[in-house]
């Protein structure tokens, strides 16, 4: 797999999580992926960056542009140094909130991406990566 | 302090959303379309959001609570002009929306504020 561009911007605030969207947004625009790919990756983002900032109290976010046996790749990475996710397999169900949303953010993300993984280790914080294919 | 503008329409309101919206602006807008309901006894707030690229769930949240709001204050609410990627999207992450209304495009949501304005007069006032 070949890195062609790869870019990191903080996430510590709310004008912080569109930034970070809009780059995604961005970066497919650019790469002439389709209009769902777009749409799809961006909102995947906004959940995750969102996620990072409430619960996390903050991060970063990676946007990595990939080519692997010709094929084009995006892949965004949000992390954050917060309390992290006791259990996992509850966060990721749907409807399944500790806060005041619908609790459709991970497991939401998942459905609409290519790849999906998560690690979390509690007391020392998340990070979730999602790629979208050409 | 940002603000989404509300216009006003004959007797409907106009709300169109033209930024990507950071949550706090988003909050603000619900905001201020309450404080403009009771302002002006509007019966029927448009919702604009082809400009949206995308709804997530926070702002999916705040257009459901939008029509909630319109509802309790004897208002009714149309959101017009979803792009078709936005809508599959919706779809997908597992938001439901439930009781928005929504309409290809400005004229025919106007159109449906229209009818259901007139039916909500009927209601209220019956003809005996
Ligand atoms: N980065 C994170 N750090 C710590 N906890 C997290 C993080 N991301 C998610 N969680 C936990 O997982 C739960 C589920 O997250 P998810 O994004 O699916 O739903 P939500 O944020 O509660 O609601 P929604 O995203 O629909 O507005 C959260 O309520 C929170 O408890
Ligand atoms: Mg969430």
Known sequence: MIFTKSKTLALRSEEEIVLVRQATRSWMVEQRFTLVAQTKMMTATSELARNAVVYGGGGSARLELLEESGRVGIRVQIEDRGPGIADLEQAMTDHFTSGQGLGLGLGGSKRLVDEFEIWSEPGKGTRVSITWWK | ?128
Request: glycine share 8%.
């Open chain 2, 1 to 128: 302090m940002e603000h989404i503008p509300i216009l006003k329409v004959g007797e409907f309101l106009l709300v169109s959303i033209q930024v990507d919206m950071h949550d706090r602006l988003a909050m603000t807008l619900q905001d201020d379309l309450t404080t403009k309901l009771v302002a002006t006894r509007a019966k029927g707030v448009l919702i604009d959001i082809s400009s949206l690229e995308m709804v997530d769930s926070f702002i999916g949240r705040m257009l459901g609570h939008m029509a909630a709001m319109a509802g309790v204050l004897g208002a009714e609410a149309v959101v017009v002009g979803m792009q078709p990627a936005v809508a599959i999207t919706i779809v997908e992450l597992g938001m439901e929306l439930t009781g928005v209304r929504t309409a290809l495009s400005v004229d025919k949501g106007m159109a449906l504020l229209r009818t259901l304005v007139d039916e909500d007069s009927f209601t209220l006032n019956p003809v005996s």
